[in-house]
């Protein structure tokens, strides 16, 4: 299986969210890829834009400013992964988890929903 996310580009960044100790078979590639195509999907409609269609517009993003497109959906995609099996890390630290996932997630959204910063984002010129 190939890895199909285009704001997260590697399994490796989405495991790195889902922190140690995660269940192994919530963190495997194909989970991995459903998970992050879900969260790409919802960061896609909460914006209102679709930011890249494929790995090569998400490549000409300037780089200055598309990893915050890669925060926002590899935390997302972490949450769905330790949701998935609370008792691989212990009920307690996946909740602290979460709720730190959740804080970077909601931060980055409410930065991407600004349409200057969108232009921003897609240029990396300052309107």
Excluded: H
Aim: aromatic share 10%; net charge negative.
């Amino acid at each position: 299986m190939a890895w199909t996310g285009i704001y997260v580009s590697s399994l490796l960044e989405f495991q790195y969210k889902c922190g140690a100790r995660a269940s192994a078979t919530y963190i495997a590639e194909a989970y991995g890829n459903s998970f992050v195509q879900q969260a790409e999907s919802v960061i896609n409609l909460i914006c209102r834009k679709v930011f890249a269609v494929d790995t090569a517009a998400f490549t000409a993003l300037p780089a200055t400013t598309k990893y915050a497109l890669t925060d926002a959906a590899s935390n997302l995609a972490a949450i769905y992964a330790i949701q998935g099996d609370m008792s691989a890390i212990g009920r307690g630290e996946a909740e602290d988890r979460i709720v730190v996932l959740r804080d970077g997630f909601l931060r980055d959204i409410s930065i991407l929903r600004d349409k200057k910063i969108q232009d921003f984002l897609s240029s990396g010129v300052e309107n």
